[in-house]
């Protein structure tokens, strides 16, 4: 089926940078929404980026725009964030996901990405 594997995460002080990788197995559909979610300890899971892989249309979160940006390289099935000037509360479990791009106007709804990775790690240091 599909398979998203994430990879770049670490530990850096505020005001630093990350990239963070997903790699998907192959996109879902043809016009795919790739999202980015993270969750702290005792938080829920919030949307952080997404963008359709057909369109290129991307969304963010307002606490992370002008610091986060999404971006993918079609030929290797792979969506990134990069992340600058990272903040203590940045810190948290990151997750990729993915579903049908035809959902990527609406919202960062959970339910609109039946795919999911396992996550790599972002601490953030003050």
């Known amino acids: 089926q599909v398979h998203l594997v994430e990879s770049g995460g670490g530990s850096v002080q505020a005001g630093g940078s990350l990239r963070l990788s997903c790699a998907a197995s192959?996109?879902?559909?043809?016009?795919?929404?790739m999202g980015w979610f993270r969750q702290a300890p005792g938080k829920e899971r919030e949307g952080v980026a997404r963008m359709n892989t057909g369109s290129g249309r991307t969304y963010y979160a307002d606490s992370v725009k002008g610091r986060f940006t999404i971006s993918q390289d079609n030929a290797k099935n792979t969506v990134y964030l990069q992340m600058n000037s990272l903040k203590p509360e940045d810190t948290a479990m990151y997750y990729c996901a993915a579903g049908w791009g035809g959902s990527c106007p609406g919202s960062f709804s959970k339910s609109n990405f039946p795919y999911w990775g396992q996550g790599t790690q972002v601490t953030v240091s003050s």
């Open positions: 192959a996109y879902p559909y043809s016009s795919s929404c």
